[in-house]
């Protein structure tokens, strides 16, 4: 397959070439698209050098697939424009997300619902990506009614700006900053800008795109979205009401059974999910897992992933593969 990853020298970008390499998804010729001040420069896929070329370059290469990492406004842009030239894109910004038009997809819960016509496709946000994989199994047996979740973010997912205020703080040096305040030795219930309602985007993402993927508006969602200064990975605590009684044990057997799914709940050997141990890896981890005592039919459960891989993406590359398993982007 011919495939073009556009923002391509950004931190999922890079992490999109890093997940095709790894995957070893069939790459026949690669377009690394970015922006206008990138082009000429080189990166490295698979040990060969690529050049990165413009937008307008990849388009007239025809590939068969475009993964988009490039923010809302360049995919706003561009993303319809590789769609009319019969481009497949998976779209990782929020352009797409909640528009009735394009899909919404995590591909082991609905993968189903793509067809052949469906030239744009979008990957959720990360803190929802990783909620939603630790949740499908249980709210397929139980019902899930209304989720109170509060994230505790990593400061990869505002990119490599934020990493380098971070470390620039820790090393006492003066230097650009992407966050109102010093995000060292500090955390920040701000992610992304502050809406009417006094929630923030971030905080309704995550209640619109949960609905939007379980197909089911009748879940209710509050979300409370924290930045913290870690690197790893997402973690959130998760309070989830269900329309049926579950059974704890039952629970933990559904969560091990489930692909992409990683069980850590010892507490007596202090083993539970962390964004040390989730770095660099694709998979859900899942612990805390216990009975919320104050009402009937509530779990609480503590949530970890690395957010630049299936917060984004090993995500997209997935929803590529399925792509491919179809054929429905061959010509």
Not at 214 to 235: C, E, K, L, Y
Request: glycine fraction near 6%; charge should be negative; charged fraction near 25%.
């Amino acid at each position: 397959m011919k495939v073009a990853v556009v923002g391509a020298t950004g931190l999922v970008g890079s992490e999109i070439l890093t997940v095709l390499e790894e995957r070893n998804f069939p790459v026949e010729e690669l377009f690394p698209v970015a922006s206008a001040k990138s082009v000429g420069k080189e990166i490295t896929f698979k040990g060969k050098q690529y050049k990165v070329v413009s937008a307008a370059d990849a388009i007239a290469a025809r590939p068969d697939i475009a993964i988009f990492s490039a923010g809302g406004s360049t995919s706003l842009e561009l993303a319809p424009k590789f769609a009319e030239a019969g481009i497949t894109v998976v779209d990782n910004s929020s352009a797409w997300r909640m528009n009735p038009a394009y899909k919404l997809i995590v591909p082991e819960i609905n993968a189903d619902v793509l067809e052949e016509d469906d030239k744009i496709i979008a990957n959720p946000n990360c803190s929802t990506i990783q909620m939603v994989v630790a949740l499908a199994p249980l709210h397929k047996k139980y019902k899930v009614k209304r989720i109170v979740v509060s994230t505790y973010q990593s400061v990869t997912g505002t990119g490599k700006a934020a990493v380098d205020q971070l470390n620039n703080e820790r090393a006492g040096k003066e230097g650009p900053k992407v966050y109102p305040h010093p995000i060292d030795m500090n955390i920040l219930p701000h992610i992304d800008v502050f809406l009417d309602n006094g929630y923030t985007k971030e905080e309704m993402k995550m209640v619109n795109e949960t609905k939007k993927i379980f197909g089911d508006n009748s879940i209710q969602v509050t979300a409370t979205t924290v930045r913290v200064p870690a690197i790893g990975g997402h973690s959130e605590a998760v309070n989830v009401e269900f329309a049926h009684e579950y059974d704890l044990a039952e629970v933990r057997q559904l969560l091990s059974e489930t692909p992409g799914i990683i069980i850590q709940d010892d507490v007596k050997n202090n083993l539970y999910p962390m964004p040390i141990t989730a770095h660099g890896r694709d998979e859900v981890f899942v612990g805390r897992l216990r009975r919320d005592e104050t009402q009937p039919k509530t779990l609480n459960m503590w949530i970890v992933a690395d957010n630049l891989r299936k917060g984004a993406a090993t995500n997209a590359v997935q929803i590529a593969e399925y792509l491919l398993e179809k054929s429905a982007v061959q010509h």
